[in-house]
């Protein structure tokens, strides 16, 4: 959990905000295209040319040989879902979009659920808390606080309620790269890990499951599935520690239906 934390001055992270809030505001422009009968390599192709049109370049496509501007994660895939041309949205699907894209030499980071149709009062409550859990874990990027209170702060909100915490994949430092030091666990134990100082950089990432923690990657070497099959969540922002406490970059503070925000 330690490593080089890159410090980010006053002026970095506001080019970060105005990275971010871009990214927000495409996904609020995103919202009504998630909807029964798309494919989810349709709505890649969708995000890909949102993302070109403002001006961003997508850090997935390309990496590791990803092919595709985002991961798109339906109901027991946990992350890195592959957009396919033979995957079709329909009623009852709980969607996790995952999109990291660069602007102005700094990236953002974020990942919204859409669930479509109405869902049962069990899958709101599992959604809630995802988000709320994510809440939980902002709060504690404060200055002083250790990066583990970051890690317990969410695992207790999502176990607090009877769901499991996915552990094989983590939050990471961000910046002018997609993935920075440290890496930062959905779990652990408070008061460990660095102290948290003004200018650092996260994106916050907790991946919960309705059944057991176990995952498994599929054949494809990207899709992250539940184990037991059971539904997932995943959310993410990407977040600044600052004197003031922390600032959520990947927030408009906008909303719009479907989009937990």
Same mark, same amino acid.
């Given at each position: 959990m330690s490593g080089m934390v890159i410090i980010k001055d006053k002026? %970095? +992270?506001? =080019?970060m905000k105005r990275t971010g809030r871009a990214l927000a505001r495409l996904f609020l422009s995103l919202a009504d295209s998630v909807k029964p009968g798309v494919s989810t390599l349709? +709505?890649?192709k969708l995000i890909e040319e949102m993302l070109i049109e403002r001006g961003f370049v997508s850090q997935t496509k390309g990496y590791m040989g990803y092919r595709h501007a985002s991961c =798109?994660? +339906?109901n027991s895939v946990v992350v890195h879902g592959v957009p396919s041309s033979n995957c079709i949205l329909k009623d009852g699907d709980l969607v996790k979009i995952d999109i990291c894209a660069k602007r102005d030499g700094y990236c953002a980071d974020m990942?919204?659920?859409?669930? +479509? #149709?109405q869902p049962s009062e069990e899958v709101s409550n599992f959604i809630s808390v995802a988000k709320k859990s994510l809440d939980k874990g902002i709060e504690a990027a404060k200055v002083g606080n250790h990066l583990s209170d970051v890690s317990a702060a969410i695992q207790q909100e999502v176990e607090r309620h009877g769901y499991s915490i996915v552990r094989d994949f983590a939050g990471h430092g961000i910046g002018r790269t997609m993935h920075e030091d440290p890496e930062i666990l959905n779990y652990g134990k408070p008061g460990k890990g660095p102290l948290l100082r003004p200018g650092m950089t996260f994106a916050l990432e907790p991946m919960l499951a309705m059944g057991r923690h176990n995952v498994y990657v599929a054949d494809d070497g990207w899709t992250v599935r539940t184990s037991d099959n059971s539904l997932a969540a995943h959310i993410e922002?990407?977040?600044?520690?600052? %004197?003031? #406490?922390?600032c959520v970059l990947t927030r408009t503070g906008e909303s719009n239906k479907g989009v937990h925000n």
């Open positions: 002026k %970095e +992270l506001q =080019i349709k +709505l890649d =798109i994660s +339906l990942t919204r659920m859409f669930f +479509l #149709g922002d990407t977040v600044a520690v600052t %004197e003031s #406490g922390p």
